[in-house]
């Protein structure tokens, strides 16, 4: 059942030779986070490639959200090692401000800001962090709406709009900021099914530009159809990490199958 | 118009009808016993005198301005004030601690002590320092002690708005990139402000009555001119009249509040 820590590292890091680069742009080592005595992850080690999607699943509480709000520097990890490109973004005290610049992160339940319009919303952080002039912020969200079928609802405010827009907005938002790694927390569970279609899309948009994506997600028919690689998290442990054709055909794992009978049944 | 709108129709003007008749039985009540009352006639002629009044009104309403000039001036010193001590008591780094313990003080120090004590001991207390004109004015003194208490009470309104507004807006703003202060500025702050304003406007109301306090270490405002013309004429009709005003400008801020708090009601469901 249970594997060597030892063990996990070299499976972890076995990119798809399509994606093979000098450097991973995210490098994971033995990543640890508890909240009072519970290990919600526990251990992970795992490398991104540049350019690659990675799905991570696994039950509700498995360690897939807190995962990402540890990439984001939302959460400090306990023990274990973030690089992002060569640099590491663990060390205790580091300022987050510069790392999340760079990797962006989208919510469950989008977490716009209700006072502002839609277009506030997207051009508050390029003009107060990335210091763009507001004229230069506006032009730039201009073209992310347009791109995502949005260019309508810039002076709206988000609660005028369904929870599709809601959430492609969240990612605008997150995009208007250029950052070189997208994390997308569980993005369309908070959706009505009829919804789920239209935020899809725009990831699938994203890929298709080369963004570097980690994709926490209930959506299995999506991360079999998208993912370069899908890590299967189990009570914050990576149980196994493999492409989206072996992971949901021929998983090597016992837990791996158990989990994912139990959810393709439903 | 169908069946059910009839129906509903005539169910709102039964209880119309309903609710006028019974105000009605209950007004006719107390006119027929309160004059029962065996020192009816004295209070009538000392409270409720038609031509003292029309003869005080005048002056009172001049004396008025005083209060609202009070309440204008202290009105944004005491929003400023709260909004500081507010975020005081917001910091989160060990190197300004020492603004967590003023905020904490200050709230407990103005909140604990009655408005007239603070507006007796500051009202007096400073004047008596010997300070140059216009520094000896208990009419200024008077108006500080009225912002420290109520930029007090205002505080732990903004303070506890700000804590309302749930963590996931900050970790937005967080991931985004934003400082500290950013976040406070342009996320927090507008929507702790936003929902409290209901709870901010009652004690705007309470302020314009609390003015009058004022009346006891000197500036002739309303109360006092009241005060006045009652030991002149030995009749209390001008407080009556004093009260009058004071309603004029409570009731329908009153209103406007409930309105406010109602508004946001329908909002959340």
Redesign the interface.
Known sequence: MTRSNDELPASARAVPESLVNELPRLRLESVSKCFDEVTVCDQITLDIAVGEMLCLIGASGSGKSTLL?CL?L?EPVDDGRIWLDNTEISIPGLD???V??RI??V?Q?F?????MTVMDNIT??PK??LQQEPEQAQSVARTLLAQFGLEDKAKEYPDRLSGGQQQRVAIV??LA?KPEVMLLDEITSALDPELVGEVLDVVRALKGQGMTIVLATHEMSFAREVADRVCFLDKGKVVEVAPPEVMFSNPAQQRTQQFLRRVLQQ | MTPRQRYEQSERRRSVIVAAVSLAAVGAVLAWLVPMAPGWEAVKRSFFNWPILVKTFPTLLKAFMLDVMIFAWSLPLIIVLALVIALCRNVRSAALFPLRVFGAFYTDIFRGVPTILLVYLIGFGIPGLGLPRPWNSPYLWGTVALVLTYSAYVAEVLRSGIESVHA??R?????????EA?TMR??VL??AI?RQIPAMMNFVIALQKDVALLSFIGPVELLRQANVYKSLMANFTPYVGAAIIFLCVTIPATRYTDHLLAKQRAQRS
């Open positions: 709000r984001n939302l987050p401000g510069p999340r610049k962006g992160i919510f339940s977490n716009l800001f209700p006072h508050l952080a107060r962090v938002r997150a900021m | 996931s807006q970790s937005a703003a967080h991931s985004l990139g934003l400082s950013d342009y996320v507008p929507q936003r």
